[in-house]
């Protein structure tokens, strides 16, 4: 079955550090650019970062510059999102969703997980 | 966000309904990246339309998109109760954020 389940959503204090991962399966993973998009409850969706195929590129959005890093690994299947220094705005549900073409970055997104929550709080 | 949508438009079934997502020459009015999301609650968004107009596999012709200079447009015709949820554009864009997505619409059925 082509999937995407996110793991590693919980309650961490502000200034806390966690990491999400992402297992994907049914396709081949290492032909495409793997995303982040968080949605805070009941809002709407804010892309957060994105990793090549290859894994010699990423993006991060503004918001999360220099506080969450995006890897991954190809042998396992699996995108990871470490996230550092937390804030209370980084409270959101956290989705990988998979690019939509093969070897490039394309904007649009054809798989996306169900989601795991992160609240950041004291 | 950067990009503007309508928070809610409505209409009877069988009825078309046209959402708008409005943009920049910075985001939707660049290129070609633009796409549109359905999202009942508590689930997952769903790819409805990429780059613009195209339509993935498995999602009903009912659905078509378009684009002219910085707005974008998803139109759902002959609306149907399963089509009420939120929608949202998304593009990329040329600037420090690249990817970006509008606010969202709650379509609801009459």
Known sequence: ?122 | SGLTQPASVSGPPGQSITVSCTGTTSDVGDDDYVSWYQQHPGKAPKLLIYEVSNRPSGVSDRFSGSKSGNTASLTISGLQPEDEADYYCGSYASRNTLGVFGPGTKVTVL
């Not at chain 1, 082509?2 to 550090?17: D, F, H, K, M, T």
């Not at chain 1, 804010?46 to 918001?63: F, H, K, N, P, Q």
């Not at chain 1, 980084?90 to 798989?111: E, M, P, Q, R, S």
Request: proline share 2%; with cysteine.
């Open chain 1, 1 to 122: 079955e082509v999937q995407l389940v996110e793991s590693g959503g919980v309650v961490v204090q502000p200034g806390g550090s966690l990491r999400l991962s992402c297992a994907a399966s049914g396709f081949t993973f290492g032909d495409y650019t793997m995303h982040w998009v968080r949605q805070t409850p009941g809002k709407g969706l804010e892309w957060v970062s994105l990793i090549s195929w290859d894994g010699d590129t990423t993006y991060y959005a503004d918001s999360v510059e220099g506080r969450f890093t995006i890897s991954r690994d190809n042998s396992k299947n699996s995108l990871y999102l470490q996230l550092d220094n937390l804030r209370s705005e980084d409270t959101a549900f956290y989705y990988c969703a998979k690019d939509g073409a093969v070897a490039g970055i394309y904007w649009y997104f054809d798989l996306w997980g169900r989601g795991t929550l992160v609240t950041v709080s004291s």
